[in-house]
């Protein structure tokens, strides 16, 4: 009978091992399933994060955009109202001083939002580099130039030694400009008035280094590692009437990178001062070029302009600051206005504001040109971006300038050869 019953037995112990290892297979089957699911559900997320990063980005680049532009038109005419002080006659002494910083702060602002644009375009990518061979002496002069006032506001005392000017660097004139302007105008702003600011350049071990020191207030040790990070700063005492945004050094750090350098910051302690050293690979040497004879002064000649300008306060102190020169000014307060007026002719330069009501400054142009129109056409726009100009340029325009423009700039444009050379044809 025992003999009967075990084969039953092995059948229903092979059966409830069937049902098991079917059950550890719904079991891990189950368990595919749900890490699949999650799999999928954490690519989704993960390309939605994307997404949302990307778009939050460019939302970010266009509201800078769009801050630089809405800041800088209420520069434009602070800026020409300076500048035509400083033309009026029998100026007085206080109005003198007044007009100088009207003048300086109004370049201040304008450095902190060309600061704060760069940060946003180097950290999307959106900066490219204009790259030709430059020397090191062009560009620390150019960038001394730049600091210059500040440090004579504040009777600060810069040593600069340049020990081999001959060097060369492979480069963006421009933007090392700004770099070492930037570092100046950091060590001019972190130290007391009447102290010392040193700049040496020269050969280094990578080709080219730059030292920027001061003695002023110093880095502390917990400070220092961050320097260079997005909107750090060092304290400030209550006193100190000129802050910053925080993003100077950034934006240095990622020049210099995009130049294939390296930058460092060095300090022994509050109080103690500060140094910001740049090494730099060196270029070729710069072929010599042949001296030509100094060309004769070139006669001032009064054009007539036609000004399209939205804003009332900018178009009217333009205005009266062109007509200071002896230009003869007409202006039109938006662009089918100014439209109707140049196609009338009879003008050597059209300077046009980009965002007009109704019919915008792209669109003025384009209708000009499509016309035939030569008119010597400069665009003026609070936005500085390398796209906007391109579009503008495109477009017709001549020339494209960001405001506040410098008024000793918008004149020698106007008195530029292309703005002569239409007159006479025309004449």
Do not use: W
């Not at 368990?31 to 999928?40: D, F, G, K, Q, W």
């Not at 989704?44 to 038109?73: G, I, K, P, W, Y």
């Not at 760069?118 to 730049?146: H, K, N, Y």
């Not at 390398?386 to 340029?393: E, H, K, S």
């Amino acid at each position: 009978m025992a003999d009967l019953d075990q084969p039953q037995h092995n059948d229903s112990q092979h059966v409830a091992e069937l049902r098991l290892a079917l059950r550890q297979a719904r079991f891990e089957n189950d368990l595919l399933r749900e890490a699949n699911s999650y799999l999928v559900q954490a690519t989704v997320t993960a390309q939605t994060l994307q997404d949302e990063a990307e778009a939050t980005n460019r939302s970010q680049n266009e509201f800078l955009a769009m801050l630089a532009h809405e800041l800088r038109n209420p520069l434009a005419p602070i800026s020409m109202a300076a500048a035509m002080l400083e033309r009026m006659p029998d100026l007085t002494p206080e109005l003198a001083t007044l007009r100088n910083v009207i003048s300086r702060q109004t370049e201040h602002m304008a450095r902190l939002l060309d600061d704060l644009l760069d940060a946003a375009r180097i950290s999307s990518g959106r900066i490219t580099l204009d790259v030709a061979p430059v020397t090191l002496a062009d560009v620390i002069e150019r960038a001394v130039e730049t600091v210059q006032p500040r440090i004579v506001e504040r009777a600060q005392r810069l040593e600069v030694r340049v020990t081999a000017p001959e060097l060369t660097l492979n480069g963006d004139r421009v933007r090392l400009t700004q770099v070492f302007s930037n570092l100046l105008g950091n060590a001019s702003k972190y130290t007391q008035d009447g102290g010392q600011l040193v700049l040496e350049a020269g050969a280094g071990a990578a080709g080219v280094r730059v030292t920027v020191s001061d003695n002023g207030t110093g880095i502390a040790a917990d400070v220092l590692p961050h320097i260079f990070d997005l909107f750090t700063q060092g304290p400030r005492s209550l006193a100190r009437s000129e802050g910053g945004l925080g993003v100077g050094l950034n934006v240095v750090r990622n020049l210099v990178h995009m130049h294939g350098g390296t930058v460092q910051g060095d300090s022994a302690g509050p109080g103690r001062g500060s140094v910001f050293t740049v090494d730099l690979p060196a270029g070729e040497p710069m072929p010599a070029t042949p001296e030509h004879p100094a060309a004769s002064a070139v006669q001032h000649e009064a054009c007539r302009v036609l000004l399209v300008e939205d804003n009332v306060d900018v178009c009217d102190t333009l205005k009266g600051f062109l007509m200071l020169d002896a230009h003869d000014v007409t202006a039109a307060y938006d662009g089918s206005a100014g439209l109707a007026l140049a196609q009338g002719g009879g003008f050597d330069v059209l300077i046009c504001d980009i965002g007009l009501p109704g019919l915008d400054g792209l669109e003025v142009i384009r209708r000009l040109r499509a016309g035939g129109d030569q008119v010597f056409a400069v665009a003026l726009s609070g936005y500085g971006q390398a796209q906007d100009r391109a579009n503008a340029l495109a477009a017709g325009f001549d020339e494209y300038l960001v405001k506040p423009v410098r008024p000793d700039s918008l004149l020698e444009l106007i008195d530029s050869l292309p703005c002569r050379q239409r007159r006479h044809q025309r004449g």
